[in-house]
């Protein structure tokens, strides 16, 4: 009987030392602490100055850190000064003032954030720090023009000394800056990423834009660059444009091919389409978010403001936005797929702006500002379907069709969002409000499981990142 026990025992020990060995060897056993507290990320938003919201030039810049958690709730890190102004170039209202996607952004890696100082006209570059604390990498530089308003970034293209490449929008030139909305004519620009961080101006890299871009983006390969514009065929646009989208072609020395090599709209000036409410006429294309996924298929985000004679926007005039798709060919052309996929029906989904995948590239998410909601749309090789227009739902301005006051007094103003990295979580920042509403993925629909609020403007706020 002793030997028996004597016998288990050794045996016991014997499978714990095996156990233990193999552990050390093949580095298998790995201890993972999902405790809420312990950061699995971050998410990064900005403050575009203060919350004034009279004239250009703005208050100070900051970027606000929050440690993301398992959960997906966050926590605040504080504040980073930007060292540059934010801007407002929409009219004062305090909803979405740069009228953009990518505000800020980030490298694929994680290694640095990239904002821009919309009222000092510069861009300021970031290292993120293992703590997801920011630290200012360089001097903000500046951009040439007037009110930068969106970035991109890719590690695609690269020259000795560097880690990648980054173009920045500018909204307007000087010579067009008092024209408003409907005149702008912008630029865009390029700058070296530097190992430490730092940002290089790339000489002789800027190119003039006949429209008032609104997103800017690199393709997954690195060989094009592409804007939208909010502007394109407004009649009052001296240029005369209605490219919805341009297309310049990146050499492997960054610079832009000196004209587009593409442009394409969904919808032309003058065209006579009978609306379901009967109004003659399908409101230009404003496009502002969009993303360029796959074999190159740029999915773009429309918001229906101009009107189809190319008059300015009139709020009562809005009509429900739209996504259209395309692919950019070995030319640099670009086919369409699926155009005009609204977002809504009877005016109940208005401003198309802003949009992100899924982790798995089959659905992703359009956020309409002032119905303050997130509508989820299907993507197969560049088709794109509506699934759910409320897929979630805040507190927008539906019905406040005829008054812009009341419209903007109720509603959250959902504009920027990003999914997390792990692709569980969704971040949407309400414009109106200063929070940021935390939303768990499943599949295709959205559950609501939190709100962070009393660190950002109420207003005037523009730019979201998670990781």
């Not at 409000?433 to 009393?454: A, D, K, Q």
Request: glycine share 12%; with cysteine.
């Amino acid at each position: 009987m002793k030997n028996y026990k004597f016998n288990l025992l050794l045996l016991f020990v014997l499978t714990l030392t095996i156990v233990s060995c193999n552990n050390d060897d093949d580095n298998t056993s790995v201890t993972i602490d999902d405790s809420p507290n312990v950061a699995v990320g971050a998410v990064y938003a900005m403050t575009n100055g203060n919350g004034q919201i009279a004239g250009n030039v703005q208050g100070a810049n900051t970027i606000i850190a929050y440690s993301r958690d398992v959960n997906g709730g966050l926590t605040p890190i504080g504040g980073f000064a930007t060292g540059g102004s934010g801007g407002d170039f929409d009219g004062g209202e305090g909803l979405d003032p740069l009228i953009s996607a990518y505000a800020l952004t980030k490298t694929d890696d994680n290694a640095n954030l990239l904002a821009v100082n919309a009222g000092s006209n510069t861009i300021t570059a970031f290292n993120i720090n293992e703590d997801y604390s920011l630290t200012v990498a360089g001097t903000p530089q500046p951009t040439g023009a007037i009110g930068p308003n969106s970035i991109a970034t890719t590690a695609a293209v690269t020259v000795d000394g560097t880690r990648g490449l980054v173009y920045v929008s500018n909204i307007t030139r000087p010579e067009f800056l008092a024209g408003g909305e409907p005149m702008h004519q912008g630029t865009v620009t390029g700058y070296w990423l530097l190992e430490d961080g730092s940002l290089q101006p790339i000489a002789n890299s800027t190119r003039d834009l006949g429209i008032r871009p609104s997103a800017v983006q690199i393709s997954p390969d690195g060989q094009w660059l592409v804007v939208t514009a909010i502007n394109s065929g407004a009649s009052a646009l001296g240029s005369g444009s209605e490219d919805e989208l341009t297309v310049f072609n990146i050499s492997p020395n960054g610079l832009l091919s000196e004209t587009p090599w593409g442009t394409a709209t969904s919808t032309l000036r003058g065209n006579t389409e009978v609306q379901a409410d009967g109004v003659i006429g399908r409101n230009l294309p404003s496009a502002i978010g969009f993303q360029i996924v796959g074999n190159n298929y740029v999915v773009v985000t429309e918001a229906r403001e101009f009107q189809y004679d190319g008059a300015p926007p009139a709020f009562p005039a809005l009509q429900d936005g739209s996504v259209s798709t395309w692919q950019i060919e070995a030319n640099g052309t670009l086919t369409p797929i699926t155009l005009d996929v609204r977002s809504g029906e009877g005016n109940t989904g208005r401003t198309a702006c802003w949009l992100d995948f899924t982790a798995d590239g089959n659905t992703f998410f359009v956020s309409n500002a002032i119905e303050a909601g997130l509508a989820s749309y299907s993507f197969n090789n560049g088709s794109v379907a509506l699934i759910d227009q409320v897929a979630a739902q805040g507190t927008g301005a539906t019905g406040n069709t005829t008054d812009p006051a009341a419209a903007f007094g109720t509603t959250e103003g959902w504009i920027d969002m990003w999914i997390s990295d792990d692709g569980q979580f969704l971040y949407q920042l309400y414009g109106l409000e200063g929070t940021i509403g935390i939303y768990r993925i499943n599949g295709t629909s959205l559950e609501l499981v939190g709100e962070e609020s009393n660190n950002l403007p109420d207003t005037n706020t523009q730019g979201i990142v998670a990781i």
